[in-house]
């Protein structure tokens, strides 16, 4: 079993950053490959970013790649998710979510565990 919890979430101007952090407990992290979605009102659940155990390999959807930095921290059961240059269209529910294994998945039935969500809203 793994616990979610994000947190960073928070309203910021067009062009602003923010920084989002996903803590995890209940099992070891380092065996487990993180990744972001987020969802907006009235659409689905939608692939951000992930990230493998190591660090090392990420894999980002086309509309943030460049602006969004996910990374993590196995000493401290954290993945993160840097934003910059944020834009309107990124205001979402933003969720973290865990699977077990060394993968990059971007289909969101493939993860095992989810947090809980954290709320990022951009003004124009």
């Known amino acids: 079993q793994v616990q979610l919890v994000e947190s960073g979430g928070g309203l910021v101007q067009a062009g602003g950053s923010l920084r989002l952090s996903c803590r995890t407990s209940?099992?070891?992290?380092?065996?487990?490959?993180m990744g972001w979605f987020r969802q907006a009102p009235g659409k689905e659940r939608e692939f951000v970013a992930a990230i493998s155990l190591s660090g090392i390999n990420t894999r980002y959807s086309e509309s943030v790649k460049g602006r969004f930095t996910i990374s993590r921290d196995n000493a401290k059961n954290t993945v993160y998710l840097q934003m910059n240059s944020l834009k309107p269209e990124d205001t979402a529910i933003y969720f973290c979510?865990?699977?077990?294994?060394?993968?990059?998945?971007?289909?969101?039935?493939?993860?095992?565990?989810w947090g809980q969500g954290t709320q990022v809203t951009v003004s124009a």
């Open positions: 979510a865990a699977n077990y294994g060394n993968n990059l998945f971007q289909l969101s039935d493939r993860y095992d565990y």
């Open positions: 209940g099992q070891t992290f380092s065996s487990i490959s």
